[in-house]
């Protein structure tokens, strides 16, 4: 390999992108490059943010593969069985597992996203169901960076019988190699905010319930990201075994839906890059990402650390890394 554009390549990184913290990347399964900034190593674990998303659509298809969940078009509300619909409430009864996975359900909220209340709330799960339906149109993509997915770890553990870091690490991170050593539950803003920057927590937010997050809070490496992203590239197969089912990452793939205003096609809780190499991202905040191409057999994760307005991930990836490590 020329070191000489691999130096170019860091050059770049730290100049242009010097919040990344980790970036691993794989060809045909094998590791082609590794490498830490920031004073991060192999045993780093950041906040994955949006990632988190996709984590959970492969523990979706889990539970379906395994029967616990019987469709993607079973309603919202056959899950919570005790849940109280507001008088005149209609569209909150329509709305389908599979809105949920493609971001295509409407919520009681607009620009002004009530957060405040959100991270103050006991229950997440019931504060989203509450926030869920109302005038909107079931069908249109509105993407729900934080208040929206938790629905799908309340209907995790409603159909399983077990928390969501349970279910994950037994169904999936462990047969990986993954670990996530406990839940992670926040006492006050400070401590959010220093969880945001840390790079040595090992967990999976929840709230005082210890329902994980279904839309953030994990921490993963890029060698676990990287996993990840090499699982879907093997079309859900690991060391000989079927982690999810070759329907579910196919169907995962597909585009369901689309963000119009940023020409984005989406899948189920994976962003649909290129369709015709079947190249996906799971994308987060700060330039997190886990990306993987099944043409050209290449995975690429990125962990980094939140900052504003920081540069695309994925044009570094499609650009400046690709390029460099597809023929190799």
């Known amino acids: 390999m020329n070191q000489e554009i691999v130096k170019e390549l860091e050059k770049k990184i730290n100049n242009e992108h010097n919040n990344i913290a980790g970036m691993v990347v794989l060809k045909d399964g094998k590791t082609l490059y590794e490498k830490y900034f920031n004073d991060c190593n192999n045993t780093s674990r950041l906040h994955v943010y949006s990632v988190t998303k996709s984590i959970v659509s492969i523990l979706m298809g ?14 919202v509300l056959d899950f919570f069985p005790d849940y109280i619909v507001k008088r005149g409430e209609k569209t909150i009864q329509n709305v389908t597992l599979k809105n949920l996975m493609t971001m295509t359900a ?24 509450d926030l869920l339906g109302g005038k909107g149109e079931i069908g249109k993509f509105k993407y729900t ?3 929206g997915p938790d629905i799908l770890s309340g209907i995790l553990i409603k159909s399983t019988g077990q928390s969501v870091l349970d279910f994950a690490t037994e169904n999936l991170f462990s047969p990986l190699g993954i670990t996530v050593e406990d839940n992670v539950v926040f006492h006050s803003k400070e401590e959010q905010l220093a969880f945001n920057q840390a790079n040595d927590i090992s967990g999976w937010v929840a709230d005082s319930n210890g329902v994980n997050t279904g839309g953030w809070g994990l921490t993963l490496s ?12 093997n079309r859900g197969m690991w060391n000989g075994r079927q982690i999810v089912s070759v329907a579910w990452i196919d169907e995962s793939m597909k585009e369901h839906s689309r963000w119009e205003e940023m020409n984005l096609s989406y899948g189920y809780l994976w962003w649909i890059i290129d369709d015709d190499e079947h190249a996906c991202a799971a994308m ?28 695309d991930s994925l044009e570094l990836i499609k650009e400046h890394i690709e390029p460099i490590f597809e023929n190799r």
């Open 62 to 75: 889990i539970a379906m593969d395994k029967g616990y969940i019987k469709s993607i078009n079973q309603k």
């Open 106 to 129: 409407p919520y009681k909220y607009n620009s002004s996203v009530p957060y405040i209340k959100y991270f103050t709330s006991d229950d997440w799960v019931k504060f989203t169901l």
């Open 145 to 147: 960076p934080l208040i």
């Open 222 to 233: 890029p060698l676990d990201m990287a996993k990840i992203g090499q699982l879907y590239q």
């Open 284 to 311: 987060g905040d700060g330039g997190n990402v886990i990306y993987f191409n099944a043409k050209k057999k290449i995975v690429v994760s990125i962990a980094a650390f939140f900052r504003q307005d920081v540069k």
